[in-house]
T-cell receptor, first 111, second 116 residues
Framework: QQQVKQSPQSLIVQKGGISIINCAYE??????FPWYQQFPGKGPALLIA?????SEKKEGRFTISFNKSAKQFSLHIMDSQPGDSATYFC??????????FGTGTQLKVEL | GAVVSQHPSWVICKSGTSVKIECRSL??????MFWYRQFPKQSLMLMAT?????????EQGVEKDKFLINHASLTLSTLTVTSAHPEDSSFYIC????????????FGNGTRLTVT
Protein backbone atom coordinates (compact mmCIF):
# COMPACT_ATOMS: atom_id res chain seq x y z
CA GLN A 1 0.00 0.00 0.00
CA GLN A 2 2.98 2.25 0.44
CA GLN A 3 4.17 1.82 -3.12
CA VAL A 4 4.21 4.47 -5.78
CA LYS A 5 4.41 3.04 -9.28
CA GLN A 6 6.11 5.12 -11.94
CA SER A 7 6.33 4.73 -15.70
CA PRO A 8 8.05 4.72 -18.08
CA GLN A 9 11.42 3.66 -16.78
CA SER A 10 13.14 5.61 -19.54
CA LEU A 11 12.01 8.13 -22.08
CA ILE A 12 13.57 9.73 -25.14
CA VAL A 13 12.00 12.92 -26.44
CA GLN A 14 12.98 15.25 -29.21
CA LYS A 15 13.86 18.83 -28.37
CA GLY A 16 10.69 20.89 -28.24
CA GLY A 17 8.50 17.87 -27.61
CA ILE A 18 6.36 16.98 -24.60
CA SER A 19 7.66 14.59 -21.97
CA ILE A 20 5.03 12.74 -19.96
CA ILE A 21 5.72 10.67 -16.86
CA ASN A 22 3.00 8.84 -14.97
CA CYS A 23 2.62 7.70 -11.39
CA ALA A 24 0.01 5.75 -9.49
CA TYR A 25 -0.50 5.16 -5.79
CA GLU A 26 -2.70 3.08 -3.51
CA UNK A 27 -2.59 4.76 -0.14
CA UNK A 28 -5.37 7.32 0.09
CA UNK A 29 -3.73 8.83 3.17
CA UNK A 30 -1.02 10.41 1.03
CA UNK A 31 -1.56 14.15 1.22
CA UNK A 32 1.10 15.74 -0.97
CA PHE A 33 2.66 14.73 -4.26
CA PRO A 34 5.98 16.29 -5.27
CA TRP A 35 8.13 15.67 -8.29
CA TYR A 36 11.89 15.72 -8.00
CA GLN A 37 14.57 16.12 -10.65
CA GLN A 38 17.93 14.48 -10.11
CA PHE A 39 21.13 14.94 -12.07
CA PRO A 40 23.93 12.35 -11.82
CA GLY A 41 25.87 12.62 -8.58
CA LYS A 42 23.47 15.17 -7.10
CA GLY A 43 20.63 15.07 -4.64
CA PRO A 44 17.05 15.37 -5.87
CA ALA A 45 15.74 18.89 -6.36
CA LEU A 46 12.08 19.75 -5.86
CA LEU A 47 10.52 20.58 -9.20
CA ILE A 48 6.81 21.01 -8.60
CA ALA A 49 4.24 19.61 -6.20
CA UNK A 50 0.49 19.28 -5.86
CA UNK A 51 -2.07 18.57 -3.16
CA UNK A 52 -4.92 16.12 -3.77
CA UNK A 53 -7.62 18.78 -3.73
CA UNK A 54 -6.19 20.32 -6.91
CA SER A 55 -6.49 18.70 -10.35
CA GLU A 56 -3.74 20.59 -12.11
CA LYS A 57 -0.78 22.80 -11.29
CA LYS A 58 1.44 24.56 -13.75
CA GLU A 59 4.79 26.20 -13.18
CA GLY A 60 6.52 27.39 -16.32
CA ARG A 61 7.01 24.43 -18.65
CA PHE A 62 6.11 21.91 -15.94
CA THR A 63 2.55 20.77 -15.25
CA ILE A 64 1.20 18.20 -12.81
CA SER A 65 -2.14 16.61 -13.58
CA PHE A 66 -3.80 14.86 -10.67
CA ASN A 67 -6.69 12.40 -10.80
CA LYS A 68 -7.78 11.67 -7.26
CA SER A 69 -10.43 9.10 -8.12
CA ALA A 70 -8.00 7.10 -10.23
CA LYS A 71 -5.17 7.66 -7.76
CA GLN A 72 -2.89 8.75 -10.55
CA PHE A 73 -0.81 11.80 -11.27
CA SER A 74 1.50 12.80 -14.06
CA LEU A 75 4.21 15.27 -14.95
CA HIS A 76 4.18 17.01 -18.29
CA ILE A 77 7.26 18.86 -19.49
CA MET A 78 6.40 21.13 -22.38
CA ASP A 79 8.96 22.27 -24.94
CA SER A 80 11.48 19.77 -23.57
CA GLN A 81 15.10 20.90 -23.71
CA PRO A 82 18.39 18.98 -23.58
CA GLY A 83 18.99 20.55 -20.17
CA ASP A 84 15.92 18.70 -18.92
CA SER A 85 17.74 15.39 -19.40
CA ALA A 86 17.79 13.93 -15.90
CA THR A 87 16.07 11.35 -13.75
CA TYR A 88 12.63 12.30 -12.49
CA PHE A 89 11.02 10.86 -9.39
CA CYS A 90 7.45 11.22 -8.33
CA UNK A 91 6.78 10.91 -4.63
CA UNK A 92 3.92 10.83 -2.18
CA UNK A 93 3.91 12.06 1.38
CA UNK A 94 2.45 10.02 4.19
CA UNK A 95 2.46 10.32 7.95
CA UNK A 96 5.42 11.86 9.71
CA UNK A 97 6.36 13.81 6.58
CA UNK A 98 7.80 10.63 5.07
CA UNK A 99 8.12 10.48 1.32
CA UNK A 100 7.63 7.33 -0.71
CA PHE A 101 9.38 7.60 -4.04
CA GLY A 102 8.51 6.15 -7.40
CA THR A 103 11.08 4.07 -9.23
CA GLY A 104 12.30 6.96 -11.37
CA THR A 105 12.24 7.86 -15.06
CA GLN A 106 15.42 8.56 -16.96
CA LEU A 107 14.61 11.28 -19.48
CA LYS A 108 16.81 12.07 -22.42
CA VAL A 109 16.00 15.01 -24.65
CA GLU A 110 17.67 14.77 -28.02
CA LEU A 111 18.50 17.62 -30.36
CA GLY B 1 15.97 29.49 1.10
CA ALA B 2 15.73 25.99 2.65
CA VAL B 3 19.24 24.85 1.78
CA VAL B 4 20.42 21.49 3.05
CA SER B 5 24.17 20.96 3.04
CA GLN B 6 25.82 17.57 3.21
CA HIS B 7 29.46 16.77 3.90
CA PRO B 8 31.54 15.13 2.61
CA SER B 9 30.32 14.83 -0.96
CA TRP B 10 32.34 11.67 -1.41
CA VAL B 11 34.40 9.42 0.81
CA ILE B 12 36.45 6.27 0.34
CA CYS B 13 37.16 4.10 3.34
CA LYS B 14 38.53 0.67 4.09
CA SER B 15 36.44 -2.25 5.26
CA GLY B 16 35.97 -2.28 9.00
CA THR B 17 36.33 1.45 9.50
CA SER B 18 33.59 3.94 10.36
CA VAL B 19 32.51 6.94 8.37
CA LYS B 20 30.54 9.96 9.53
CA ILE B 21 28.34 11.99 7.21
CA GLU B 22 26.99 15.39 8.24
CA CYS B 23 23.74 17.00 7.20
CA ARG B 24 23.08 20.65 7.99
CA SER B 25 20.11 22.89 7.44
CA LEU B 26 21.75 26.19 6.55
CA UNK B 27 19.05 28.80 6.84
CA UNK B 28 16.34 27.11 8.86
CA UNK B 29 15.87 24.83 11.81
CA UNK B 30 14.89 21.23 11.41
CA UNK B 31 13.61 19.14 14.30
CA UNK B 32 13.33 16.25 11.89
CA MET B 33 15.67 15.11 9.15
CA PHE B 34 15.51 12.07 6.94
CA TRP B 35 18.28 9.82 5.68
CA TYR B 36 17.93 8.04 2.36
CA ARG B 37 20.05 5.55 0.52
CA GLN B 38 20.23 5.23 -3.25
CA PHE B 39 21.90 2.50 -5.27
CA PRO B 40 22.96 3.23 -8.87
CA LYS B 41 20.00 3.75 -11.20
CA GLN B 42 17.56 3.00 -8.40
CA SER B 43 15.12 4.98 -6.35
CA LEU B 44 15.62 6.54 -2.96
CA MET B 45 14.90 4.32 0.00
CA LEU B 46 14.20 5.87 3.38
CA MET B 47 16.57 4.54 6.01
CA ALA B 48 15.62 6.48 9.11
CA THR B 49 14.08 9.58 10.58
CA UNK B 50 16.40 11.68 12.67
CA UNK B 51 14.73 13.48 15.57
CA UNK B 52 16.34 16.34 17.43
CA UNK B 53 16.58 15.56 21.11
CA UNK B 54 15.42 11.96 20.84
CA UNK B 55 16.30 8.66 19.25
CA UNK B 56 16.12 8.13 15.53
CA UNK B 57 13.43 5.86 14.15
CA UNK B 58 14.60 3.32 11.63
CA GLU B 59 12.74 1.76 8.74
CA GLN B 60 12.21 -1.96 8.69
CA GLY B 61 15.34 -3.85 7.71
CA VAL B 62 17.77 -1.05 8.52
CA GLU B 63 20.33 -2.00 11.17
CA LYS B 64 20.36 0.76 13.77
CA ASP B 65 23.63 -0.44 15.27
CA LYS B 66 25.30 -0.16 11.90
CA PHE B 67 23.84 3.17 10.86
CA LEU B 68 24.12 5.43 13.88
CA ILE B 69 22.17 8.65 13.71
CA ASN B 70 22.65 11.63 15.98
CA HIS B 71 20.59 14.80 15.74
CA ALA B 72 22.83 17.00 17.83
CA SER B 73 21.11 20.33 17.22
CA LEU B 74 18.28 21.92 15.29
CA THR B 75 20.56 22.31 12.27
CA LEU B 76 22.74 19.20 12.34
CA SER B 77 22.17 15.49 11.92
CA THR B 78 24.92 12.94 11.44
CA LEU B 79 24.91 9.45 10.02
CA THR B 80 27.78 7.17 11.02
CA VAL B 81 28.27 3.99 9.06
CA THR B 82 30.04 1.70 11.49
CA SER B 83 32.31 -1.20 10.54
CA ALA B 84 31.72 -0.47 6.89
CA HIS B 85 31.69 -3.23 4.32
CA PRO B 86 31.77 -3.05 0.52
CA GLU B 87 28.02 -3.69 0.38
CA ASP B 88 27.52 -0.42 2.29
CA SER B 89 28.88 1.44 -0.73
CA SER B 90 26.07 3.65 -1.87
CA PHE B 91 24.82 7.21 -2.27
CA TYR B 92 23.51 8.56 1.03
CA ILE B 93 21.23 11.58 0.93
CA CYS B 94 19.71 13.56 3.76
CA UNK B 95 16.66 15.77 3.64
CA UNK B 96 14.73 18.12 5.83
CA UNK B 97 11.43 19.93 5.59
CA UNK B 98 11.85 23.66 5.15
CA UNK B 99 11.30 25.84 8.15
CA UNK B 100 7.67 26.68 7.46
CA UNK B 101 4.44 24.82 8.09
CA UNK B 102 3.77 21.95 5.73
CA UNK B 103 6.87 22.73 3.69
CA UNK B 104 8.25 20.17 1.24
CA UNK B 105 11.37 18.15 1.78
CA UNK B 106 14.63 19.64 0.58
CA PHE B 107 17.54 17.37 -0.13
CA GLY B 108 21.26 17.66 0.31
CA ASN B 109 23.60 16.87 -2.55
CA GLY B 110 24.37 13.43 -1.24
CA THR B 111 27.48 11.58 -0.13
CA ARG B 112 29.02 8.92 -2.32
CA LEU B 113 30.49 6.26 -0.01
CA THR B 114 32.89 3.70 -1.43
CA VAL B 115 34.13 0.96 0.87
CA THR B 116 37.19 -0.90 -0.37
Amino acid sequence: QQQVKQSPQSLIVQKGGISIINCAYENTAFDYFPWYQQFPGKGPALLIAIRPDVSEKKEGRFTISFNKSAKQFSLHIMDSQPGDSATYFCAARGGGNKLTFGTGTQLKVEL
Amino acid sequence: GAVVSQHPSWVICKSGTSVKIECRSLDFQATTMFWYRQFPKQSLMLMATSNEGSKATYEQGVEKDKFLINHASLTLSTLTVTSAHPEDSSFYICSAPGGWYNSPLHFGNGTRLTVT
